[in-house]
């Protein structure tokens, strides 16, 4: 639903100006939002005096971004304004790697399914060896989902180094569990 879709997005940027929060902010949005509301979207960061540099935008890979009016249009806008592009949900969708040529998205976030198992699945590791290898190629930043075990922090731990200023980061539950936080 749009309306939702707006309401958590505006509350979400409320928090962040009124916490004073200055690290960055993850928004999720929906192939239908950033078609038909990314104007009310940058208004809003306007009108909390948000950095732009602050928010990351995740688009979710299990959609198709053909369907977005004018695309590579509202990307770069986005980009030229300063914001983060991550493909979210990545090795699970429709394009993957053609998405990471034509576009110079800021990060990935590797799906879930590939990463729970990791420790124990060779063609689980093999797979994200192989998206690792691109996104070091690419520089662009790396998020892990799925992170619920000291044995997969171990195993990135021991088979990834990053470096030149990429981020390999995880999420999940090792690190903690997922808040509710009220917005007032």
């Keep these: 639903d749009m309306e939702l879709d707006e309401e958590v997005i505006d509350r979400a940027l409320y928090y962040k100006k009124k916490k004073g929060i200055k690290d960055r902010f993850s928004l999720n949005f929906s192939n239908k939002f950033f078609d ?59 394009s993957n790697f053609h998405l990471l040529q034509r576009y110079s998205f800021d990060g990935i976030k590797i799906d879930g399914q590939f990463i729970k198992n990791l420790p124990f699945n060779w063609m689980d590791r093999k797979f994200v060896e192989f998206i690792l290898e691109i996104s070091r190629e690419l520089k662009v930043d790396v998020v892990a989902e799925f992170v619920e075990s000291e044995d997969i922090v171990n195993f990135f731990r021991q088979n990834y180094r990053y470096g030149n200023g990429i981020a390999f980061l995880g999420q999940g539950y090792f690190f903690g569990k997922p808040e509710v936080l009220f917005i007032d």
Excluded: A, C, M, W
């Excluded at 695309?71 to 090795?91: H, M, Q, S, T, V």
């Design 36 to 94: 038909q509301k990314l104007d009310l979207f940058i208004e809003l960061v306007n009108h909390y005096k948000i950095n732009p540099e602050e928010i990351i935008i995740e688009l979710t890979e299990r959609e198709d971004f053909e369907i977005i009016t004018s695309f590579e249009e509202k990307f770069k806008k986005l980009k030229e304004r300063g914001f983060l592009i991550f493909l979210d949900d990545f090795g699970i969708g429709y």
